[in-house]
């Protein structure tokens, strides 16, 4: 069965203090895995796409990257506008290119 | 360009009523997908559809019915409605490329089932 896992549920962070958000995956053939931001009371805004190992991806403050079992999202010198939940999906190779999502990181970046 | 679009934004529905959410999308996108949030859940499944008139089931599709009769309109609707339906409901859009292909998501429609 697929599945998506998600760590830290939540994570505080002081304004500047850089850190790791963990999406582990168990697949049977892996087409993409997406990131995603998504705001209260807001839709999932789409972030990154990587597709293979060894692949990385930034924006502004976001770095994601893709191992074999795992994506990490590093986020460095986050500010408070950073405060979001942060979602992990995969698309799996035959399927009709839906996501299977894990539950999310809520993170919050105190001033 | 609006992106995808939902209405209603809110809904109170009462058990056993029934109702209908529509999406649309202007980027003329082939596929679009019906999910439900849950707290804890994160997003699942409900229906699904890969083109104008085929519509497919999803992770959770019990309880519900779909319609896609004009490429760019996907309907979710709830025949009689149940507590367990409450929940907020997301559609998305995407092209499908030959490798992945990322989703867009409309703003949400919040129900509740009393």
């Known amino acids: 069965e697929d599945q998506v896992t998600q760590s830290p549920e939540a994570l505080r962070l002081q304004e500047g203090e850089s850190s790791s958000l963990n999406c582990s995956y168990t697949?049977?053939?892996?087409?993409?895995l997406f990131w995603y931001r998504q705001d209260p009371g807001k839709g999932p805004e789409f972030l990154f796409t990587?597709?293979?190992a060894g692949e990385e991806k930034e924006k502004e403050r976001l770095k994601a990257t893709l191992t074999k079992k795992e994506s990490f999202l590093h986020i460095t010198a986050p500010k408070p506008e950073d405060s979001a939940t942060y979602l992990c999906?995969?698309?799996?190779?035959?399927?009709?290119?839906?996501?299977?999502f894990g539950s999310g990181t809520q993170l919050t970046v105190l001033p | 360009n609006a992106g995808v679009t939902q209405t209603p934004k809110f809904r109170v529905l009462k058990t056993g009523q029934s109702m209908t959410l529509l999406c649309a999308q202007d980027?003329?996108?082939?596929?679009m997908y019906w999910y439900r949030q849950d707290p804890g859940m994160g997003l699942r499944l409900i229906h699904y559809?890969?083109?104008?008139?085929?519509?497919a089931k999803g992770e959770v599709p019990d309880g519900y019915n779909v319609s896609r009769l004009k490429k760019q309109n996907f309907l979710l609707g709830l025949e009689s409605a149940a507590p367990s339906q409450t929940s907020v409901y997301f559609c998305?859009?995407?092209?499908?490329?030959?490798?992945?292909?990322?989703?867009?998501f409309g703003p949400g429609t919040r129900l509740t089932v009393l």
């Open positions: 998305a859009s995407s092209y499908p490329r030959r490798g992945a292909s990322e989703q867009f």
């Open positions: 697949v049977s053939g892996l087409r993409g």
């Open positions: 990587l597709y293979s």
């Open positions: 999906a995969v698309q799996i190779v035959g399927s009709a290119r839906q996501l299977t």
């Open positions: 980027m003329n996108h082939e596929y």
């Open positions: 559809s890969v083109g104008e008139g085929t519509t």
